[in-house]
């Protein structure tokens, strides 16, 4: 259903799709905490935590959206 209201949000996608190709690392969150040298396992963690936090800054700016277009807000709609 998602993809059914992307063409009418109300700003263009600024990384594309989320996949494993565009994921921050190919490494599980389980298996970064158990890379032995300290500073690459904060690096790899890091970019977790970085990926994660833009993810659901992305996914409450959309639920913010569908609430306002459910409303009878046509915000951003393009006609």
């Given at each position: 259903?998602?993809?059914?209201?992307?063409?009418?949000?109300?700003?263009?996608?600024?990384?594309?799709?989320?996949?494993?190709?565009?994921?921050?690392?190919?490494?599980?969150?389980?298996?970064?905490?158990?890379?032995?040298?300290e500073?690459?396992?904060?690096?790899?963690?890091?970019?977790?935590?970085?990926?994660?936090?833009?993810?659901?800054?992305?996914?409450?700016?959309?639920?913010?959206?569908?609430?306002?277009?459910?409303?009878?807000?046509a915000?951003?709609?393009?006609?």
């Amino acid at each position: 259903m998602l993809m059914l209201m992307l063409p009418l949000m109300p700003q263009p996608m600024t990384r594309g799709p989320s996949s494993s190709a565009t994921a921050p690392t190919r490494i599980a969150p389980i298996e970064a905490t158990e890379i032995e040298n300290e500073a690459a396992r904060h690096q790899v963690i890091d970019k977790i935590l970085k990926y994660n936090e833009e993810d659901l800054a992305a996914t409450w700016a959309v639920l913010q959206w569908v609430r306002d277009f459910g409303r009878g807000g046509a915000h951003g709609v393009c006609e």
